[in-house]
């Protein structure tokens, strides 16, 4: 599978379901590596039969959290993006937004970022999910500040990803408080000036 693919998706049943959210918690909290099937079998109270029926393989189940937490991500970032009222409430939103996310979802940091320290082979196939999650970040702080400044806009965006991926990370490294909120008030600085 090259980087640019979409990896295939599965229909979830009930049991499914209940393996998908056990799997998610415990990849998130262990680490995917750490986590075997039969731990995710025990979790969601289904066999190792049972998850192989739905999904496959482990590899699968890892597509599908991945997939799962980009998609309720993107969902949470634009219904709030959908009320904003200037460009620079957009950007600024992104980073609100960015702050209840982790502390409602991500107390360990960025769940992508934390796949990409265990899955950095193209060939994976939650590699695509993980990188095309940050080129759509990426992509969302571009065409957010396009309005602000047309021609500085590529770089405005890529600055303002960068703010925003560090303050991710800082955050999930407890490197300092108010990681989120200082990315914020570096962006606002950054387009204001």
Not at 69 to 79: G, S
Request: charged share 25%.
């Amino acid at each position: 599978m090259s980087s640019t693919d979409t990896p295939r998706r599965v229909p979830l049943t009930p049991a499914a379901r209940r393996a998908l959210a056990a799997a998610g918690r415990l990849f998130y909290e262990r680490g995917i590596h750490a986590v075997g099937v039969d731990l995710i079998a025990a979790e969601a109270g289904v066999t190792k039969k049972t998850l192989y029926d739905r999904f496959g393989s482990k590899e699968q189940i890892v597509v599908e959290y991945l997939a799962d937490r980009d998609e309720r991500w993107r969902a949470c970032l634009a219904a709030r993006l959908d009320v904003c009222v200037s460009p620079l409430d957009s950007v600024l939103t992104v980073f609100d937004v960015s702050r209840e996310w982790m502390d409602a979802n991500s107390p360990r940091g960025c769940s992508m970022v934390n796949a990409h320290a265990e899955i950095d082979d193209p060939a994976h196939p939650a590699y695509t999910i993980i990188t095309g999650q940050k080129l759509w970040m990426l992509g969302l702080f571009t065409d957010l500040v396009r309005p602000l400044a047309p021609d500085a806009a590529e770089s405005l965006g890529r600055s303002l990803m960068l703010l925003h991926e560090g303050a991710l990370v800082a955050f999930g490294l407890r490197i300092f408080p108010g990681a989120l909120e200082h990315a914020r008030e570096q962006a606002a600085a950054l387009l204001t000036r």
